[in-house]
């Protein structure tokens, strides 16, 4: 069942989101080749809780970090321990915050030092496919439409979408219904009404599509060892159109990373 959110708990959404935001770019600011990413994990933890807030991903189902920190070939739910950071990583952070009983859920993939082109080419499509999702996430539209948007960008720039993770509803729980595949022809699902809260995010690679978990049961890794980003936004729909949640006035993520501008 999708749940349908009134105004006002789209306001407290925005609340969670922004710290969501605010937490990415704490992280950021900090990412450096010699850093560990246990050392991120701290911090993010510190910073969602100085803020009144809950980490939502600690103890989710067991998992034991507040972060997801996935370096280059691993896509997604990468353990924050040991790993240190070296010139030319990826790393995507997956942040989690629940303030006032709702769920804010965003994703950045971070250059670490300077990055081959390559590598920056398929940070900006990730990032572009996730804008075109978002574009796509209006009432009166069916929700494979987001996912053929995201499909489309990706793959006309070279890419491969990641066909066996999804996003999701996201709410008072973290993950709701529906689920949003990033790939798939338009016009089919639901259609899309005010009040629906989703989170979208792109998951692809360089190479193949096919990935593997590991030992751990959590981290998530290309199957050939390609390259992968992973971007994440909570939107709204609304009458007047899509409304990011995981965004703050005061940070510009891109900035940050030295990516283009949004």
């Known amino acids: 069942m999708i749940i349908r959110k009134s105004p ?13 935001a605010r937490t990415l770019a704490v992280v950021g600011a900090a990412i450096r080749p010699g850093v560990t990413t246990a050392e991120l994990d701290a911090l993010a933890e510190e910073f969602i809780r100085s803020q009144g807030a809950e980490p939502t991903f600690k103890g989710y189902r067991g998992y034991p970090a507040s972060i997801c ?17 070296a010139e ?28 081959d082109p390559a590598a920056r080419e398929l940070l900006e499509t990730c990032r572009a496919a996730l804008a075109a999702g978002v574009e796509r996430a209006r009432a009166g539209s069916r929700l494979s439409d987001i996912s053929h948007a995201v499909q489309q960008t990706t793959e006309a720039a070279g890419f491969s979408v990641i066909r066996t993770l999804v ?3 996201v709410g008072r729980a973290m993950h709701e219904d529906p689920q949003i595949p990033n790939f798939g022809e338009s016009g089919r699902g639901p259609e899309l009404k005010a009040g629906m809260t989703l989170a979208i995010e792109p998951m692809i690679t360089a190479g193949s599509p096919d990935v593997f978990v590991h030992e751990d049961e959590w981290s998530i890794s290309s199957t050939d060892g390609s390259l992968a980003a992973h971007f994440e936004h909570s939107i709204a729909v609304t009458e007047g159109g899509p409304l990011v949640l995981t965004t703050a006035p005061d940070v510009d993520l891109a900035a940050l990373a030295g990516l283009s501008a949004s």
């Open 69 to 85: 920190a996935s370096p280059n070939s691993m896509v997604v739910h990468g353990i924050p321990g040991g790993y240190t950071l």
């Open 8 to 20: 006002s708990e789209i306001e407290r959404m925005a609340r969670s989101g922004a710290l969501v």
């Open 88 to 115: 030319g990583d990826v790393l995507s952070v997956d942040v989690g915050a629940t303030l006032n009983g709702f769920v804010g859920d965003g994703a950045f993939t971070f250059p670490v030092g300077e990055i």
């Open 167 to 169: 996003g999701h509803g």
